[in-house]
Structures are given as structure tokens and as C-alpha cells.
């Protein structure tokens, strides 16, 4: 009765800030904005007249995949190196890479942007990426890290005397039993990467909108139709976390081997 009531609080905030905006999204992507009658495809066709919307949906797929390959290619050595460390330098360590989250992500963009402006760069693609890149890095490397260090090390020492030498061991051993964290990791970011707008505002100067930046346009002129893409969205994430579940069916505990 005790753990009962206890949970009472989360379950009135669970349905305030999820439950009622997700189903406020639902309500708004499906009436048509000019009668406010019930049509489900009414604002995807308004969308589809959108000029823009076709070069907004282009930046959005090349910044996020773009952010996620390198977040990916940066992160997997770091989370691999952070495996092998003793625990009191571990911990400094990580604790250098999440040292940036702990500053509001608004001073960061605009203390970049100034080293840019110094630095004589123009604002553009490149500089929207890298500022994606710097904002979502450690969402990256944490799951990576947690993955790769639940991977039970016999399986590497068992390739090992199977004769599989290091690099051998890496690709067909540890790349393979770290997808979950792979997928975790890339879930992670892509889809924030492609919902901002604060950082492409500051990053380009405006010149160029993602997916979030056109949502927030939208929002004072059609709220339907920003509930429209919303949604899209929302199905996107929804198939992310099912991939994402489907490679993490152990709790995280590793993946398959090939």
C-alpha cells in the first residue's frame, strides 16, 4: 500500500508532461486547421505544398547521420579505451568528457561560435554538425562504455586460444557483442540531432533549418501542421526504440556473436 502511494506523484507527472502533450500531438496532426474537422491526412497534405520542406528533411538526414557517424567514430575508441583503465583514472576521465553537459548547452554554442568567428570560419553545414557533434558526443560514449564493459571478458580470451589474434578478437568478439550499445548510442543521437534548433540557429546564423527549426516556425502560424511532423517524428523514435530493442533483448548484457 506504501510503495502504492509512492507512486502516485510520478504517475500524476507521467500523465501531465507525457501522457496529455503526446495525446494533444495526436489530436492536433489529425484536424484539419482551416473547419476543425477530424481528417487524417489534411495537414500532411498542406505539409507536402511546403517548398521548404523538402530542403529542411536534406539538411536534417546529412546532419543527423553525419553527427551520428562521427559521434560513432569518435566515441567507440574512447568507450574501448575507458574499458581498460584502472577505476581511479576511469573515473577522472569520464568524468573530462561529461564535464561539458554541465554547462548550460546555449553558453557552449555561442562560446564556439565566437571561436569560429575568431578563427575567421564560415557558418554552415560544417559548423552545425560539429556543434551537434560536441552537444550529443557523451550520449554516445556513456552507452557504448556501459556495453562494452559488461562484455564478458572470457569470450576474448576463448578467441584467444582459438587463435584469433587482438584485432581478430575485436572485429569478430567485441564489435559484434557491443551492437547493442551501438544502436543505444546511435538512437540517441540522431533523433535530438535532428529535432534541435537552438544549435542550428546559432551554428549557422540562421541560414539553414533542421527538422526542429522548422516545427518552431511553424508552430505561431499552423500549430496542426508542426503537430504533423511531430508526429512523424514520434513513429520514428517509436521504430528506433524497437530496433534498439531488438539488439538489447539481454539487458544490455552484450549482442551475438556473427
Excluded: H, Q
Amino acid at each position: 500500500m506504501f510503495k502504492k502511494a509512492l507512486s502516485i506523484p510520478y504517475a500524476i507527472f507521467m500523465l501531465l508532461f507525457v501522457a496529455l502533450p503526446l495525446a494533444l500531438i495526436l489530436v492536433y496532426a489529425f484536424i484539419d486547421a482551416t473547419d476543425g474537422s477530424f481528417d487524417m491526412l489534411a495537414n500532411f497534405k498542406e505539409l507536402a505544398k511546403e517548398d521548404a520542406l523538402g530542403k529542411v528533411i536534406k539538411n536534417s538526414i546529412i546532419a543527423g547521420f553525419s553527427t551520428s557517424a562521427i559521434c560513432l567514430i569518435i566515441a567507440y575508441p574512447i568507450a574501448y579505451y575507458l574499458t581498460k583503465k584502472e577505476f581511479n583514472k576511469k573515473g577522472v576521465m569520464i568524468g573530462l568528457f561529461l564535464a561539458p553537459m554541465w554547462v548550460n548547452f546555449l553558453l557552449r554554442m555561442m562560446a564556439t561560435k565566437a571561436v569560429f568567428s575568431v578563427l575567421n570560419i564560415k557558418l554552415g553545414m560544417g559548423t552545425v554538425i560539429f556543434g551537434l557533434t560536441y552537444e550529443f558526443l557523451p550520449f554516445m560514449i556513456m552507452p557504448l562504455y556501459n556495453t562494452l564493459l559488461k562484455i564478458d571478458k572470457s569470450y576474448i580470451e576463448g578467441a584467444g586460444d582459438l587463435g584469433a589474434t587482438p584485432t581478430k578478437a575485436f572485429w569478430k568478439v567485441t564489435v559484434p557483442l557491443s551492437m547493442p550499445g551501438v544502436i543505444s548510442g546511435l538512437t540517441m543521437v540522431i533523433i535530438p540531432s535532428v529535432t534541435t534548433f537552438a544549435v542550428t540557429e546559432i551554428m549557422s546564423n540562421g541560414k539553414m533549418m533542421l527538422l526542429g527549426d522548422f516545427i518552431y516556425s511553424l508552430k505561431a502560424d499552423s500549430l496542426n501542421m508542426a503537430a504533423a511532423i511531430s508526429f512523424v517524428l514520434l513513429l520514428f523514435m517509436i521504430a528506433s526504440m524497437a530496433i534498439s530493442n531488438k539488439y538489447d533483448k539481454d539487458g544490455g548484457n552484450g549482442g551475438k556473436l556473427w
